[in-house]
């Protein structure tokens, strides 16, 4: 059985009548000391406001998450976890919750707590205001004001730069968490580790439009990194020169209309 149908039959089983408007997927991976308390303010920014479900794809930890996950899931009926059986990596974890969702627009979140849920109601307001519900947009949001560590804050600058000047993807922050897009469109984009880096030079291969929104940005809460410096700049120099080529072989044809 391949992952996509295990993963629509998970949804169709964890299923309530109607969809929800919006889909909040958040990747995890051994973040037993933050995930509890994002679900917690997910669910506090967004009750009352904007119906919801969380897709939470945990990526084979190997800690506690997979048991808080259940534990919280009794409790908050908005909650659907699903598990990769074998350890996939951020990016395959996003696609595998964007696969899961049952909401026409999705929202990732990273899963340590860096990004703040109390962001996403303006981020549907923007959604919602642009021409055809935002259909072919990605929102991408901006850390303004990181609250990283020197070395990792000076690494993400130098990436970003030699990227977007590269791939003129105009976007000076593609490696935040927070995107939020249609599922349709996310679901044309092509497909590989560390994707999640590179949305809006996908996003804009396909002939969408991309921008960048000013988010909170906070300390990790506990839990430890997941990528080295130097481990993240040399996955990521192959990545770029993949794009790069992803770019130079798409042809547009315009749509198609019957004949
Ligand atoms: N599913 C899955 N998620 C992962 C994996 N690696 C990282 N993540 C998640 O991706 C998000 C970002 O990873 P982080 O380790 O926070 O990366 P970072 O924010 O650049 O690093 P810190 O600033 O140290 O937190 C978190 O939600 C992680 O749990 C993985 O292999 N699989
Ligand atoms: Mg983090």
Redesign the pocket.
């Known amino acids: 059985m391949s992952d996509v149908t295990t993963l629509a039959e998970t949804a169709v089983s964890a299923g309530t009548d109607l969809p929800p408007e919006l889909s909040v997927v ?6 037993a000391a933050n995930i509890g308390a994002l679900l917690d303010e997910v669910c506090a920014a967004l009750r009352g406001r904007i119906s919801f479900e969380i897709v939470v ?3 084979c930890s190997s800690d506690q998450t997979p048991a808080i996950l259940r534990q919280c899931r009794a409790a908050m009926p908005e909650l659907r976890p699903v598990r ?1 059986r074998r ?4 990016s ?3 696609l595998s919750g964007v696969r899961a969702a049952r909401g026409p627009v999705i929202v990732t ?4 707590g ?1 990004n703040d849920p109390a962001d996403i109601p303006a981020l549907w307001q923007v959604l919602q205001s642009a021409p055809d519900g935002g259909a072919g947009l990605l929102l991408a949001g901006h850390r303004v004001k990181r609250r ?2 020197a070395i ?1 804050r000076l690494s993400s600058r130098i990436a970003n730069g030699v990227r977007s000047r590269l791939l003129g993807d105009s976007t000076p922050d593609t ?1 935040c ?1 927070v995107k939020m897009l249609h599922r349709e469109f996310f679901l044309r984009l092509p497909a590989f580790d560390h994707m999640h880096r590179f949305l809006p030079a996908l996003v804009l291969r396909m002939g969408g439009t991309v921008r960048s929104v000013p988010v909170n940005h906070r300390p ?1 809460g506990g ?5 080295g410096t130097w481990g ?1 700049l040399r996955v990521g120099l192959v990545d770029l020169l993949g794009v790069m080529w992803l770019k130079r072989r798409w042809r547009d044809c315009g749509g198609i209309e019957p004949l």
Not at 26 to 31: D, G, K, L
Not at 87 to 90: E, F, I, L, S
Not at 109 to 112: A, Q, S, T
Request: glycine share 14%; net charge negative; proline share 3%.
């Open positions: 958040i990747p995890v991976h051994n973040e794809v945990d990526d990769h350890n996939a990596g951020q395959m974890a996003v979140l990273d899963g340590d860096q990283d560590s990792k490696g968490g990790r839990g430890s990194s997941h990528y993240r």
